[in-house]
């Protein structure tokens, strides 16, 4: 049994969930329905009292009954008027009937154990609970109700298939079709290709957890404060015709697209003796190291400075994005992938369109959100490529082990082949109650 809302905290409902044999029964020693109950009927929410000791309260019951529950066993629901008091009460009275509080995740990993869920749906339960932004929140849905488990099953079956058409090869060597090898070679490179599309999907996994950082950069003057109060729709940086107004980096951030963007103002980069300017010149060149995506404002209505030129050189290609601003009084061209306005909006979508494709930024594909998923994926992947290596250059023993290998390595993912410390390792990230 579990406090299945928080317990320390004042609520206006508590729930308290009991799972097992002894669920429905036990139920009946501290629930009194108003109406008396001929046979009890599943997933209906009885109105009734509380009875603890000379303590009565109204409170709804619920029973649902196994298999078809989230552990498997038989389940029993309680849901009072919240308050510690209540709870305690409660959980004291069930100790009393023999029945023990439940330990971190123990609920969900009765679930795993009746293969009512496969560990990566576990898994995706604690995002779910754990999301801050809707893009995790997608993502750990996405896994929880199984759909990077889809995936797997379908390299896993595949790779089974192979292994059993290679036994026979093995059994059978005289048999040997050129039609045979063939086959096995196609559906080895089907799995190659499921796989490295999956690793590829999940290289944006750290932006859907924790956001993306993406620094404004430029020289003095050339626009970055109106561009961040551009994109932010609020008059938020102080903005003024006197080069070397922002000194200190500037953060904050919006979701786009269910994706936590977290941007930096900066101080215009040039060569300066003040000594404040300077320090905020320093800021400014970290913020652009650290950033997942520097945007490089240039000053249209300017002729190129060399500060500019410097700075753009000095930015990785792949996370950069050079943006022409001040396009409204434009005297000069200037190298640039788009062009934009920051105080009339010209071109403020398209900045952000560009964003999210520079970054390969794709909500709505399904990745590997954790390490464990990233490292096994990776290593069936190895297996797979020996396994073509071994079927082009070496004997069918070679292409056995390594497809039996990668079989083996996938289904860790999902639970079927993972070791207990892992799964362990999984549950002790889970509260109480769930
Ligand atoms: N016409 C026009 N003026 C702009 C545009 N963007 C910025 N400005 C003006 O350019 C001047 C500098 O803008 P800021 O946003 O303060 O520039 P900055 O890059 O943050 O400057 P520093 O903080 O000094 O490095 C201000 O007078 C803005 O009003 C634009 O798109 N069009
Ligand atoms: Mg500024």
Redesign the pocket.
Known sequence: MACATPISQIGAIGIIRISGDMSHPVSDKIFVPYQAIDKREYGRMYLGNIVLGNFKDKAFCVWFKAPNTYTGEDICEIQFHGGHAVSRGILRSLAEFGIRVARPGEFTRRAFLNRKITLDEAEGIVDVINASSESALMQASRMASGELAKEIYSCRDLLLEISASIDVILDYPEEISFEDIDKIQTDLVSVQIKLDKLLKNSSTRKYISDGVLVTIA??????????L?AILKDER??????????RDVLRESIEINGIRINFA?T??IRETVDTIEKIGVERAKVAIETADLVIL?K?L?VSCLSDETELESSISSEKLIVVG?????KKHSKRCDLE?????GTGIDKLLDSVFDKLKLTPDAAILTRDRHIAAVTNTLKSVELAINALANETPDRVSENVKNAFKIITEITGENASEAVIDKIFSTFCVGK
């Open positions: 430029g020289t003095p003057n050339a626009g970055k404060s109106s561009l109060n940086a102080i903005v003024s015709e006197i080069p070397g107004t922002t103002d101080a215009g404002v000053d209505s601003n001040k396009v409204d009084i934009i306005s920051a105080t009339d």
